[in-house]
């Protein structure tokens, strides 16, 4: 699972420097982080309403499909910031085996 991950943060690397005119993630990182943060609030508001739908209708097509440009955007952001999606996996692995108590705590510390 992860290794799509891995191969959409060297995509989203690449074109930081590529060109806004034939690459959709480079017009967003051209256009600068708020655009791209506009995207993210776009795209959860649009997983929430999906999400809403689903459990109505049973069809979990569309959020599927909402979570899905959810998790791009963000990588977009993230990449746009010099983070890769590595970096959130590392985050999801320290949690492991911890508690949500212990989770909570761990944050206090740091
Ligand atoms: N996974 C994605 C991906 N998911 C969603 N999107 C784009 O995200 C946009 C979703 O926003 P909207 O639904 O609001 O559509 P929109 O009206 O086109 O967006 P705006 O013009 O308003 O910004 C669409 O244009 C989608 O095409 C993506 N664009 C690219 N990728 C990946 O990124 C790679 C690089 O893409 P390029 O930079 O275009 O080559 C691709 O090979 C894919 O792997």
């Given at each position: 699972m992860s290794d799509v991950l891995q191969q959409l943060g060297d995509i989203l690397e690449q074109r930081r420097h590529g060109d806004p005119e034939s690459s959709y993630v480079a017009k967003l990182h051209h256009k600068g982080l708020n655009k791209i943060l506009e995207k993210v609030g776009e795209e959860a508001t649009e997983?929430?309403?999906?999400?809403?739908d689903a459990q109505h209708s049973g069809d979990h097509s569309d959020v599927i499909y909402e979570t899905?440009?959810?998790?791009?955007?963000?990588?977009?952001?993230?990449?746009?910031?010099?983070?890769s999606p590595q970096a959130?996996?590392?985050?999801?692995?320290?949690?492991?085996?911890?508690?949500?108590?212990?989770?909570?705590?761990?944050?206090?510390?740091?």
């Open positions: 997983t929430i309403i999906a999400a809403k899905a440009d959810l998790w791009f955007h963000s990588l977009v952001a993230l990449s746009h910031l010099g983070e959130v996996l590392d985050e999801l692995a320290r949690r492991f085996g911890m508690s949500g108590l212990e989770e909570k705590a761990s944050r206090q510390k740091s």
